[in-house]
């Protein structure tokens, strides 16, 4: 069997993964399947801040969880990133490869089931680390197994500005993204996804639309069609955590171009007019509210205007 997904000489430098945070532009949700799975419209970026993988050779499968969240989120075989290694195996077993045992350190900078990928995005990157040299039908074949990871799992595996339907899995990249000065912020209140699901007060939204064929060419195009957008999960999503709309308040007050929450929440983000505005909104924001997570990013720059 041969080792197609770790290759020795980088298990022996070790493979350094980012798993940036994913951020629900919009979020559209239009239909419930009969599984029970609700069909969705998203429009996806992410950010160039987020968790990290450090993966080496071992003797022994061992994950380390090291970061600001670490003691937040479960070690061992409950962690999602383990449940991904076993994917990994699964499907590389199936072409006649291998993955050989691993220590993983995962550093966890994001806040926990907070909207913006959390376990998701870390299993992600897992795989893609993994997958790199492998052929692409092989990693198409690892991107559509992660489906079972979770609906958020494949379109953090591609890691791309993209339109994202079905229940997360079918995605079209977007052409063209400009770059984003960005503020993430959560006010520390749990929420449960299904919970915000269930307070939907309905499942066959109007739907999100498609791209622009040229994508957004500049903020002023990607901002004029997020005013014409929406995120259903929101207003459950308030109703069951007052504190988002508060953050989403405080954010507007400090010259936000456009904020929002991400995916069920509590995480919302505000757009700035450049870096020095959105830092200073971190800046005023976190002396005010120390208690919660504030983070000042960009979500880089994809593609070519037209």
């Not at 992410?46 to 050779?57: E, M, Q, T, Y």
């Not at 072409?95 to 995962?106: D, N, Q, T």
């Amino acid at each position: 069997m041969d080792s197609l997904a770790a290759p020795g000489a980088d298990l022996r430098a070790g493979l350094d993964e980012p798993a940036p945070a994913k951020i629900n532009l919009a979020l559209h949700v239009v239909g419930r399947r009969p599984d029970g799975y609700h069909a969705l419209e998203s429009l996806v970026v992410f950010a160039a801040h987020g968790d990290r993988l450090r993966i080496a050779a071992s003797t022994e499968d061992r994950l380390v969880l090291s970061g600001p969240f670490a003691r937040q989120i479960p070690g061992g075989p409950d962690n999602l990133v383990m449940q991904a290694l076993d994917l990994a195996r699964t499907v590389a077993t199936d072409f006649g490869s291998h993955v050989p045992p691993l220590r993983i350190e995962l550093e966890k900078s994001l806040p926990p089931a907070s909207g913006i990928g959390g376990g998701s995005a870390d299993a992600a990157a897992l795989l893609r680390a993994l997958s790199r040299r492998w052929p692409a039908e092989r990693r198409a074949g690892l991107r559509a197994a992660s489906l079972r990871l979770g609906a958020d799992v494949p379109m953090c595996f591609d890691g791309c500005a993209a339109r994202v339907s079905g229940i997360g899995e079918i995605a079209e990249p977007a052409a063209c993204m400009p770059a984003l000065p960005m503020l993430l912020v959560n006010p520390g209140v749990p929420v449960s996804t299904p919970a915000v699901f269930g307070a939907l007060g309905r499942r066959d939204n109007p739907p999100l639309g498609r791209l622009p064929a040229d994508g957004f060419a500049n903020a002023g195009t990607l901002l004029a069609a997020l005013a014409a957008s929406r995120n259903d999960l929101e207003v459950p999503a308030m109703a069951l955590a007052p504190a988002i709309g508060e953050a989403l308040a405080q954010l507007r007050e400090r010259g936000a171009l456009f904020a929002r929450m991400s995916g069920s929440g509590a995480t919302a983000f505000a757009i700035f007019s450049d870096d020095a505005a959105c830092r200073a909104a971190a800046a005023s924001l976190a002396a005010d509210r120390p208690s919660w997570w504030v983070l000042p990013t960009v979500v880089p720059a994809t593609g070519e205007p037209a």
